[in-house]
């Protein structure tokens, strides 16, 4: 969105640009050529210049306007008067003659003020825009304040590219930018220019970007010449596809570093502007009444029409103040193309009312004018609309010369290519050169063919890499060298002549300073210090693991180098922690602990030393004295209509939870407590499963503090097995079978077998304690089970089967 935003309001300046250099450039040229170094002579500067700016953009036209101070800045050249960053300044025209006031208090008065930075990183704030360098407030036209910026010409390019093209944009495209608008300003070096379109953007300190101020850094000093001189190196958003040569535009002689050629990667920005013939049907109004309905009729094209009618009365005699309505514009035509295809001329019929002119019959009468030979420029400013949306505002709906028209029975079509005038560098193609892996000499050489990229001046220290300040563990091995470079930025050779002074001794905390120092081909030299802190680590994989319901044990890693280490908790990870113990071990267990109450720990190495050396703190772990989770939990069928649940003692715990559900996945609810490990859970329906968790609870005060539930354990009630199960012999054939009741029980089924891993079957079938066996075989051994059985609806629920007996006639 940002970079979106960052264009549109490019493309407005852009064109803004276009048309007024148009209209205004032969006569600037003419009237500045002596102000205007020789080529050779501006080639030949060896020192960065500074570059005069008036501050007229983002200023506008004002009599006052507020003033203050990022740091020092000295008053009309005088050491003893600073203006200081604690105050609020005022500088306002009065009586056609400057003040400069500190609230009520005027400090200055002259018809011009200056202010000078005392060091070079100080700025100045003016209407709430940033600004470096210093300020020559002059008086314009008697009644505005116009401060006149004086900036190294640097600090100047990295202000101008991000308001130029898009600091989001390629690297290699922001390069390209920067020399053409670091050549583009070389070329006026002796010129007051200003902040407009007129010359080239310039936000000050207020629109850097650190994409595009590394740009110009990377390119810094680097001028586009030809045959030795600078070149004027202007540029434009797009050329459409074919770029334009300057003299066909405002030079009466061709620029050899200037020539129409096929731009491949400048063919997407197309447009289309349709301009009706019949602006308005009158038929149907009532010529001799226009006051019915002049206000509610409206051209067709609205902000065209808006456009020619502001022509109309600024540039035809005897319309001044007049009020117009655009009926038909018959005719239009644009001819005399260049090279390139742009148009250079034009033609326009105008058929049209005005309010107040009307003929013998009292109607009002249709007027006719025609403007000839007119520069395609201008009439791309009589036809051209501005955008109603703020975000375009200054957009045009015709956005360069290079069109064909398309006459309809109703219109004229206007469809183009490109943005702007087409001469030098186009900010898009550089933009698609830049991303298809062009480098910037190359988009360079492309738009500006035939040029030599030369550095004018270097005055740019040395870079130093590497040399960071560091922070390195005890018995780390450490090399000052190591990762450390010196760059020329001016040619790029890499130097290893780095003087370094101090010393680091590994062995021993604290804090070592080391100074780099190093100096490039052009005696520019660069000191970099560096702070290296010799640390002890700190304490890595702290982990916290509650032991018991009182108690939480602390481990981590040895740190290398130390003699031991400091224990501290806190009850909230962010409140005050207290050493609660010391030691040399790398784990700890912390006791006396309140269940349930959740305790933050870190930790801290030391090395015993003078003074001692402390490592960091390991990062804040958490635990919570909780009691264990019953374990072993196993639940069993106690009779027809109840559950036996037990499971292992928790330590510390006062008592037990049961908890019941009829699925394993279902609603759990309370079933009792204990302060047993079993518990008997009566009153359930036979043969239905039920399912059972455990926690265990402590009382704390009043207040329980629950264990995790333990696993789910399942049973269903059913009836016991039959105790007591024997037998005895009645006669030679025969045996009684006896047992015990079963509560619950229904029945039960008595099974036989004549071995014991046989096939038993069903013998008998009743509700009595006892049946005897008859008719026996002598010296044959039977086997007998028994089990019990409710009856639930029409179903059985049995037992389990009693333990097997044998007789033996």
Sequence with gaps: MVEKEVLLRYETKREDFLMKKLLIYLIVFVVCLGMVPSYKEAATITAEPQVQVKLVKYLGNQSSISLKIVGSY????????????????????????????????????GSELSITPVNSIDHAVINNREYAGSFLFTVEKNQYVRPINTINFEDYVKSVVPDEMPALWPMEALKAQAVSARTYAYFRLNQVINDTTT?????????????SSEAVDATEGEILTNDGNVIDAVFSASNGGKTEKLFNVWYPKSLPYFKVQTDEYDTTNT?????????????????????????????????YASNIKKWIIKNLPGFSGKQIKIVSIPKVSFNSPTESGRFTKSNLTLEFFIKDMFNSDGELELQTASINNQLADDMRTIIGTNDPDPKKAGTRDMKSNLFSINETNDAFVFSGSGNGHGVGLSQYGANHRAAAG???????????????????????KPVISGATSKTIYVNTTFDPRVGVTAMDNSDGDVTSAIKIN?????????????????????????????????????PANLKAVASTYNSVN???????????????????????YTKIASTTSTSYSSTSL?????????????????PSAYSGYSSVVSAKPVLATPSSAKAASSAYNSIKTSWTAVSGASGYEVYRATSSTGSYYYAGSTTSTSFNNSGLVTNTPYYYKIRAYRMVGSTKVYSNLSAVVFAKPLPSVPANFKSARVSSTSFKLTWSAVAGASGYELYRATSSSGAYTLLKSTASLYYTNSGLTRGRTYYYKL???RMVGKTKVYSGWTTIISVKP
């Design 74 to 109: 000295y008053l009309n050249g005088d050491s003893t008067n600073l203006l200081t960053s604690d105050r609020s300044y005022t500088v306002k025209v009065e009586n056609e003659t400057l003040g400069l006031y500190d609230g009520t208090t005027r400090l200055a008065t």
């Design 199 to 211: 010359f080239q953007v310039y936000g000050g300190v207020t629109s850097l970007h650190p994409r």
């Design 438 to 460: 062009i480098l910037y000499k190359d988009i360079l050489s492309f738009y500006y063919p035939g040029t030599v990229l030369n550095r004018q001046y270097d005055n740019i």
């Design 787 to 789: 089990r019990a059985y």
């Design 594 to 610: 309140n269940t349930g109450t959740a305790y933050y720990y870190k930790v801290r190495a030391y090395k015993t030393v003078t």
């Design 271 to 303: 447009w289309e502007a349709t301009l009706h013939k019949q602006q308005m049907d009158i038929t149907s109004l009532d010529l001799k009444n226009p006051d019915n309905w002049w206000d509610s009729k409206n051209e067709i094209d609205e902000l």
């Design 554 to 576: 602390l481990s981590w890693s040895a740190v290398s180098g130390s003699s031991g280490y400091e224990i501290y908790r806190s009850t909230s990870s962010t409140g005050t």
């Design 502 to 538: 101090g010393l680091v001794n590994s062995k021993t905390p604290g804090v070592y300073t080391l100074t780099y120092t190093v100096t490039d081909s052009s005696g520019n030299e660069t000191t970099v210090t560096r702070q290296i802190t010799v640390t002890l680590a700190s």
